[in-house]
């Protein structure tokens, strides 16, 4: 694979695409062993993605390689990916988009790393690909931006400090924008996510069927059984209103922690996701709006009205055009981790109660654009440099499985994704 671009990044000209060619480029600045490449279906957009960075940093970037290739076109797609050792997937959603380039992935012996957030189309990858990845011998990591790096490497971090045996894991997420750069009603995410949001409700019909084709054994039960709390509950741990996490999370940890448990033996964590809001009437209106897209979402008409007016229908919260760097720049989050399981002297110790607990927390800027991005590029450097501490010769695997044994956390830390021990 000498010959190959280590990193190629397809979607490049997209909100997300453009963030993570910055990314690469910082990364390489510092690492002239890295070596990349961008791509999409327009050499103008892509020639501009160059120019802009070019004007932002001042450096010389004449030298960067564009490939052009379409997600309509096979043999465009594989003309690209045979110049990849990986390739950084930004072109979603990929529900709509993901499955070709998987394909050619596999044709050409392509490593494979995606921001998706779609359950429903990373579970149908894994179920038709997984085989194919093996025998290619390449890894499709899907889910590597905030959606679900800091919960699925969190797990494994909150495994890895725990020092004994990890029952469960409740996560809380905590946005939070200083007043100065937001009011409510501005724009926070790009009309990419939001489509994909849309696509992804109205695909979560399939999970059921996909899971049990997937999984046909359930998982021996582990106990005490982790208890759901109510919808809307005030969390002790986090201090605020809450409800549980509509995001891709449960679904990317169960398939890293079922991977773990049937290749190493691993006790698998049980998890569950909760959201934290300032208030609960932020807690409500938020409510209210999702309650309405999910049920939009399960309709064609009701899915071309989102997609038509999405600032409409997210009261404010997703434009064309995304937020301004200003506000992603003053955007913060932090999921804090509660686990509960037992100390290593305890042996046995399924179904006694638990005797330990602890909270470690994964804490980042710009979740949408720039965690992710750090995350996403990250994760196809990881891929490139350390696949001989990855699990197996290749697969479609999440990422807690993926990177458990690798030095990703560590990169993260070093580049304001902090993983700490809080409690
Ligand atoms: N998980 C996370 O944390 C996270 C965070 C951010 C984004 N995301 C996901 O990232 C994805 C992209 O979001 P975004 O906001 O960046 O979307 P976007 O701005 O619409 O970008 C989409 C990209 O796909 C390209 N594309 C579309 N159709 C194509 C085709 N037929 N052939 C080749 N390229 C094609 C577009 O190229 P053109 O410019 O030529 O149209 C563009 O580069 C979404 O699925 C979103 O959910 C996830």
């Known amino acids: 694979m000498?010959?190959?671009?280590g990193i190629v990044i397809f979607g490049a000209s997209g909100f997300t695409g453009k963030h993570a060619v910055e990314e690469v480029h910082r990364l390489a600045k510092n690492d002239r062993t890295l070596s990349w490449a961008i791509a999409g279906r327009s050499q103008s957009k892509l020639e501009k993605i160059i120019k802009d960075l070019q004007d932002k940093t001042g450096d010389d970037l004449t030298k960067i390689k564009i490939l052009i290739a379409d997600v309509s076109d096979a043999d465009s797609l594989k003309d690209m990916t045979k110049q990849a050792t990986v390739v950084v997937n930004c072109c979603g959603p990929y529900h709509i988009y993901g499955e070709a380039l998987?394909?050619?992935?596999?044709?050409?012996?392509?490593?494979?790393?995606?921001?998706?957030?779609?359950?429903?189309?990373?579970?149908?990858?894994?179920?038709?690909?997984?085989?194919?990845?093996?025998?290619?011998?390449?890894?499709?990591?899907?889910?590597?931006g905030f959606d679900s790096?800091?919960?699925?490497?969190?797990?494994?971090?909150?495994?890895?400090k725990f020092k004994g045996q990890l029952n469960s894991a409740e996560t809380y997420l905590e946005n939070s924008v200083d007043s100065e750069y937001y009011k409510f009603g501005d724009v926070s995410l790009n009309f990419g996510t939001w489509e994909s949001l849309v696509y992804g409700i109205a695909e979560e019909k399939n999970m059921g069927s996909l899971r049990r084709q997937l999984y046909p054994q359930k998982l021996p039960q582990m106990l005490p059984k982790l208890k759901s709390r109510y919808i809307i509950h005030k969390?002790?741990?986090?201090?605020?209103?809450?409800?549980?996490?509509?995001?891709?999370?449960?679904?990317?940890?169960?398939?890293?922690?079922?991977?773990?448990?049937?290749?190493?033996?691993?006790?698998?964590?049980?998890m569950s996701a909760y959201i934290a809001?300032?208030?609960?009437?932020?807690?409500?209106?938020?409510?209210?709006?999702?309650?309405?897209?999910?049920?939009?979402?399960?309709?064609?008409?009701?899915?071309?009205?989102?997609?038509?007016?999405?600032?409409l229908f997210s009261l404010g919260f997703v434009s064309h055009e995304g937020p301004t760097e200003e506000c992603m720049n003053n955007t913060k989050f932090t999921l804090s981790l509660?686990?509960?399981?037992w100390d290593e002297k305890e042996v046995?110790?399924?179904?006694?109660?638990?005797?330990?607990?602890?909270?470690?927390?994964?804490?980042?800027?710009?979740?949408?654009?720039g965690s992710t991005v750090t995350a996403l590029i990250y994760s196809g450097i990881t891929i490139l440099k350390e696949a001989d501490k990855m699990p197996g010769k290749g697969g479609v695997i999440a990422p807690g499985a993926a990177f458990a044994k690798t030095s990703l956390i560590e990169n993260l830390n070093k580049n304001n994704l902090t993983f700490e021990v809080v409690d």
């Open 235 to 270: 969390s002790n741990i986090v201090n605020k209103w809450c409800l549980p996490f509509p995001g891709p999370d449960g679904s990317v940890v169960y398939r890293s922690q079922r991977y773990l448990y049937e290749t190493e033996e691993k006790r698998p964590v049980q």
């Open 348 to 369: 046995d110790v399924n179904g006694k109660p638990t005797t330990k607990s602890m909270t470690v927390r994964v804490s980042g800027t710009n979740p949408a654009y």
């Open 149 to 160: 790096i800091p919960a699925d490497m969190g797990v494994i971090f909150l495994q890895q």
């Open 277 to 311: 809001f300032p208030s609960l009437f932020t807690l409500l209106v938020v409510l209210f709006v999702f309650a309405n897209i999910a049920v939009m979402a399960q309709f064609g008409f009701g899915r071309k009205l989102l997609l038509k007016h999405p600032r």
């Open 102 to 144: 998987i394909q050619a992935c596999i044709e050409t012996s392509t490593n494979h790393v995606d921001v998706s957030g779609e359950p429903a189309y990373m579970e149908k990858i894994q179920l038709h690909y997984n085989e194919a990845a093996e025998k290619a011998g390449i890894y499709i990591v899907s889910a590597c």
């Open 2 to 5: 000498t010959d190959r671009f």
């Open 338 to 341: 509660y686990g509960q399981g």
